[in-house]
């Protein structure tokens, strides 16, 4: 049974600094990763997917990576803004390895502040 | 183009009520997810439609629970009778491709229920 992490629950940075968001599973049998962000009361917004054949993603000031043999995968955000704060949740996708269903395995996310 | 929606956005009912949440998704996308977070809990998935036939419904908690997607369009998720462990928020998510298992899931807002 896929089991996601996010380390930390909880981060708390001043504006402008580079940080790095940790997601580590215990299957490496998926098809794809996904990183969203959810703001207070609102839906899920998709960041990044990375398909299991891909190593990384870049979007803008994000840049997601895969390492499937260490069931690790990290969202960087570069020079960060108060705008980014927002719970990050990274999602493990469906498993080929016949163990999983059809939808997505999320850890409990990471509760992301930047000061002004 | 409208993203995923849902109704209602709340909903408080009593103990062995009947609840039924909608979900219209992205006009064309053929994958429809159901999904939900209890308190302290990560999110979970439910089930997951192509069209109008459940693919997997290895996540629904029990038979309390029937989703519906009559026509291949929006779905419905009914809780009969609820009960005070039902409370949470119910997120929909839809994908467009065949492919669906390495395609976006687009999330909606969610519902909260909350059962008295």
């Known amino acids: 049974k896929q089991e996601v992490t996010q380390i930390p629950a909880a981060l708390s940075v001043p504006e402008g600094e580079n940080l790095v968001l940790n997601c580590s599973f215990t299957d490496s049998a998926i098809y794809n990763l996904q990183w969203f962000r959810q703001d207070p009361g609102k839906g899920l917004t998709s960041l990044l997917l990375i398909q299991s054949s891909q190593r990384e993603q870049t979007s803008g000031r994000l840049n997601a990576s895969l390492d499937k043999s260490s069931g690790r995968s990290t969202l960087y955000i570069a020079a960060s803004q108060p705008g980014d704060s927002a719970t990050y949740l990274c999602a493990g996708g469906p498993m080929y390895s016949g163990g999983g269903a059809d939808g997505l395995t999320f850890g409990k996310g990471t509760h992301l502040i930047i000061q002004p | 183009e409208a993203g995923v929606t849902q109704f209602p956005s709340h909903s408080v009912i009593e103990k062995g009520q009947t609840v039924t949440l909608r979900c219209d998704p992205i006009?064309?996308?053929?994958?429809l997810y159901w999904y939900r977070r209890v308190m302290g809990k990560e999110i979970k998935f439910l089930l997951h439609?192509?069209?109008?036939?459940?693919?997997?419904e290895s996540g629904m908690p029990n038979n309390r629970f029937l989703a519906e997607r009559t026509g291949g369009t929006y779905s419905t998720l009914k809780v009969q009778p609820a009960e005070l462990e039902d409370s949470g928020v119910y997120f929909c998510a839809s994908s467009q491709r065949q492919d669906f298992l390495t395609d976006t899931q687009y999330f909606g807002p969610g519902t909260r229920l909350t059962v008295l």
């Open positions: 439609f192509v069209k109008e036939s459940k693919q997997d």
């Open positions: 006009s064309g996308h053929d994958n």
